[in-house]
């Protein structure tokens, strides 16, 4: 039952996630990467929590895939920043 809950919450999170950044104008989406950074460093915390925390091997897996990408997200996340940035330090005169 308890996996069941988990999975449940999981599936709950993707959907509402997908519908929340679906809905952001592509204008707003760069400048908002710098400020998930840090959401997602606390994504990436939650996601050792959870791995630590898990009593099957398919949940330790889960959670080390959870990481991964979360990690994943904040590098990709400084790089765009940082493209972002020296974009528009290359305008000034």
Known sequence: M?????L?????????GYKVLSHIPSLLHTPLMSSMNALDG???????TATHLATTPLGAFLGGC???LAVTNV???FD???KMLKMIAGKKR
Do not use: E, R
């Not at 308890?2 to 988990?6: E, K, N, R, T, V």
């Not at 449940?8 to 509402?16: D, G, S």
């Open 75 to 77: 590098f990709g996340g």
């Open 8 to 16: 449940l919450v999981f599936v709950a999170a993707l959907v509402i």
């Open 66 to 68: 959870g990481i991964a």
């Open 80 to 82: 765009i920043t940082h």
């Open 42 to 48: 606390v994504i990436i915390l939650g996601a050792l």
């Open 2 to 6: 308890s996996m069941f809950i988990l």
